[in-house]
Structures are given as structure tokens and as C-alpha cells.
């Protein structure tokens, strides 16, 4: 007979468990959300993933989260400046959400009241205790905000969604449904002070012909946790664009799910990871094409200093019937340090015959004919690293083809390289 026995908890994975004790009364939800927190709690219960989960392989999670910090019911952070002047601020704090703005054309709710009510369990609910950040944020979120853009509504300010925290634990849902032929663009904003576990998971469906433009500006601090998790789905003639920016964190996972569902749609995605430190930065992504005629370029650029290190996994899995599909993916990554790290993993699966589908991934340093050249000019070695730098990154960033974003991602830039580079 073999007997197998079952490996002893971790202390962060004995926190957790804890916690949930400790916070169940606490906690919103009718009668369906306690049995999918339960859920996601028996999951938490068989273990945090390891490298041995092949989407995890790079990051030992049950290794890396060594310790949870505890909540904190008297924490409270403060509303920061919108990212782009002109913007409605949707603020998170700590996670109570503290502001119900009104915008035309976009319908506001509270996460807290969907899942007090219920109306929140079948829609989000399903599947997500099924994985070690929808096990988390499934058994610990409180609340966020959920929008509905009506049908045809062209939102001229952007909206940005603020999940700030001081320390603790903070767990939050954004829900988005952009409702057929609508515009808009939307900011998610995750950063905060102190030792921190973040969790935050986006639920996104993009109906037929609209756009919907994405930005994902990460900052944690040196020692927060983030786990971050964006599932969208697109439907035809649709188009959807996602940019991210990782510039913080000392564990940060970061997973998109999309669906390519509705033929003749277009998902683009443009990322940028800035890693320092002892900073660990994996994003996965898992892109379906589901339908004919579909395009999508995926671009991520990653700068790696100190003793960072940095994870990219793409896979591509293109549909028997999506043929014509057009996908393509690049990976690129700039070490400014023997001692950085940075795994590319790139994936393709495709069933169908006629398609045009490609990916790549490289890994280089800095030029020094290019440094040398700047450096004959005058120009400090520190002034010229981060000229290149920054070339290397202008092009993603660019790519937003919104001058004020443009610009505002580019100061950001500009201060971590005055800080790490």
C-alpha cells in the first residue's frame, strides 16, 4: 500500500486560511458567494502552485509568497491625481470604495453591492476559484466597481479606476462591459505604501464594434506582493487595446485571458516591464482566436537591472474555424546587468490551415557603439544609458497614438530610469 502524505502548509499558505476564518462575517455576499468563497478556500487549502504547474514554472509561487501580511481594518489610503488631467477618478481605498462619481453614458455600481445582493456570483464567480489568483481574490474580495457603458456612448474622458492601499491586504474586482459600437479608454491604477497583497482581477467583455483602449500602470512598492489577473472577451468587429506598465512590486504575476471570439475583431496588446532590484515580474498570457478573420499583434519590452527578474509566457491557440486569423508576437528584452534575468516563452497552437501567424522573442544589451557615440557627444554615460533606454521603449509606448497618455507614461519612465538606472 502506498500512503502519501500531504505536504505541510506554508506560513503564507496558513495565513491565508487564517484570515479567512478571521474575516468570514466580515465579508459581503448572499448565500451563492459564501459557497464559491468556500470553494476558492478548499483550492487554497490543496496548495499554493509550484514549479511543478507548468503556467507556474518560472514562479514557484509556494516558494516565492513567503509570508502574508495581515489585514489592517483601520488602514485608509488617499485618492491620488489622476494620471491624465481631465479624468474621472473611480477610487479603491484600501479596498472600500469611497466615491460614486456620475458619468453620462456609463452606469456605476458597487462590487460590494452585487455581491451582497448576488447579481455578482454566476457572472464572475465561475471558474475563478480554479486558479491560485482567482482562489485568493475569490475568497477575500470586498469590493471595486463595476461599469456598464451603454450601447453607443462615446465617453470623451477617460476613466480611471485607483486601487491604492497602505500596507495589509487589499483584494478588488473591476467588472467592464462596453456595450456595442462604444468608445472608451480606461486607466487601472495599482499602487500603494508599505508591506502589501494585492489582489485584482478585471472581468472584460467588449461587444460588436466597439473600442475599448486598456491602460495597466503597476507601481507597488519594494516589498508588495501583486497578483493581478485581466480576462476579456471581444466580440465582432471589435476592437480592444491593452497596455501595461510594471514598475514595482517584489512579486508581481500579472495573467491576461482573452477571447478572440467575434469574427473581424482586433486585439492589441503592448506591455512594458521595468525591473529592478530583487523585483520578480512574470506575465502570462493566454490569447484564443475563436473566430474567422481576426487580428492580433502582442509587443513587450523589458528593461532588467540589479538582480531582477522578469517572465513573459505567451501562448497563441488559434480555433479550427478562425481561419485567416493574423497573430503576431514579439518579446524583446534589454539587460542592464549581468545579474538580471528575464525567461521568454513563447507559444503558438494552431488548427487551422490558412493563417498567418508568427512570434519571436530576443534578449541584448546596450549597444556600445551606440553608448560610445552618444558619450563622444558630451553626453554623461548615465544621460546616454537612458537615451537608449528609452528608444528601446518609445516605440510600445508610441504606439498608443494618444499624445497625453504618451506623455504621462513617459515621465513615468523617466523617474524609475532616475531611480534605478
Same mark, same amino acid.
Given at each position: 500500500?502506498?500512503?502519501? &502524505?500531504? *505536504?505541510?502548509?506554508? &506560513?503564507?499558505?496558513? #495565513?491565508?486560511?487564517?484570515?479567512?476564518?478571521? +474575516?468570514? @462575517? =466580515?465579508? *459581503?455576499?448572499?448565500t451563492a458567494v459564501v459557497v464559491r468563497r468556500d470553494e476558492a478556500v478548499e483550492a487554497l487549502k490543496s496548495g499554493l502552485p509550484t514549479r511543478r504547474v507548468e503556467a507556474w514554472h518560472y514562479t514557484d509561487l509556494r516558494r516565492l509568497l513567503s509570508t502574508v501580511p495581515a489585514f489592517d481594518p483601520l488602514a485608509r489610503a488617499k485618492e491620488q491625481p489622476a494620471l +491624465? @488631467?481631465?479624468a474621472t477618478v473611480l477610487p479603491v481605498l484600501s479596498g472600500t470604495v469611497t466615491s460614486m462619481p456620475q458619468i453620462e453614458g456609463v452606469a456605476i455600481r458597487r462590487i460590494f453591492d452585487r455581491l451582497s445582493d448576488g447579481s455578482l456570483a454566476a457572472q464572475l464567480f465561475d471558474g475563478d476559484? #480554479?486558479?491560485? /489568483?482567482?482562489? /485568493?481574490?475569490? #475568497?477575500?474580495?470586498?469590493d471595486g466597481y463595476a461599469l456598464d457603458i451603454a450601447e453607443g456612448a462615446e465617453i470623451a474622458k477617460p476613466i480611471e479606476l485607483q486601487n491604492l492601499h497602505e500596507g495589509g491586504q487589499t483584494h478588488v474586482r473591476f467588472a467592464t462591459h462596453a456595450g456595442r459600437n462604444s468608445r472608451a479608454t480606461i486607466v487601472e491604477r495599482q499602487t500603494g505604501t508599505g508591506e502589501a497583497l494585492v489582489s485584482a482581477i478585471s472581468h472584460i467583455t467588449v461587444e460588436d464594434g466597439a473600442e475599448l483602449t486598456w491602460i495597466i500602470l503597476q507601481e507597488q512598492p519594494d516589498d508588495a506582493t501583486f497578483l493581478g489577473q485581466t480576462n476579456i472577451e471581444i466580440g465582432a468587429d471589435a476592437k480592444f487595446t491593452l497596455f501595461f506598465m510594471n514598475a514595482g512590486g517584489k512579486l508581481v504575476r500579472q495573467e491576461v485571458t482573452v477571447n478572440v471570439a467575434g469574427e473581424g475583431s482586433e486585439f492589441i496588446l503592448r506591455g512594458v516591464n521595468l525591473l529592478a532590484g530583487g523585483t520578480h515580474c512574470d506575465v502570462t498570457m493566454v490569447l484564443d482566436h475563436a473566430?474567422?478573420?481576426?487580428?492580433?499583434? $502582442?509587443? /513587450?519590452?523589458?528593461?532588467?537591472? =540589479?538582480? #531582477? %527578474?522578469?517572465?513573459?509566457q505567451g501562448q497563441i491557440r488559434v480555433a479550427r474555424e478562425a481561419q485567416k486569423t493574423d497573430a503576431k508576437m514579439a518579446c524583446n528584452t534589454l539587460l542592464l546587468t549581468d545579474e538580471g534575468e528575464f525567461s521568454a516563452k513563447p507559444e503558438l497552437e494552431i488548427f487551422a490551415d490558412d493563417v498567418a501567424c508568427g512570434h519571436g522573442a530576443t534578449v541584448t544589451e546596450i549597444d556600445q557603439g551606440h553608448l560610445f557615440y552618444l558619450m563622444a557627444r558630451g553626453i554623461d554615460e548615465k544621460t546616454a544609458r537612458g537615451l537608449l533606454v528609452r528608444?528601446?521603449?518609445? $516605440?510600445?509606448?508610441? =504606439? +498608443?497614438?494618444?499624445? &497625453?497618455?504618451?506623455?504621462?507614461? $513617459? $515621465? %513615468?519612465?523617466?523617474a524609475w530610469f532616475a531611480t534605478h538606472g
Open positions: 500500500m502506498n500512503v502519501h &502524505a500531504t *505536504p505541510q502548509m506554508t &506560513a503564507a499558505e496558513q #495565513a491565508l486560511i487564517d484570515t479567512y476564518g478571521q +474575516l468570514f @462575517s =466580515d465579508l *459581503p455576499g448572499d +491624465l @488631467s481631465g476559484a #480554479a486558479d491560485a /489568483i482567482g482562489a /485568493i481574490n475569490t #475568497a477575500f474580495v470586498g473566430a474567422a478573420n481576426t487580428v492580433s499583434t $502582442e509587443v /513587450i519590452r523589458n528593461v532588467v537591472t =540589479d538582480q #531582477a %527578474k522578469g517572465v513573459f528608444a528601446f521603449l518609445a $516605440e510600445v509606448i508610441e =504606439d +498608443l497614438e494618444n499624445e &497625453a497618455m504618451v506623455e504621462a507614461l $513617459e $515621465e %513615468k519612465l523617466t
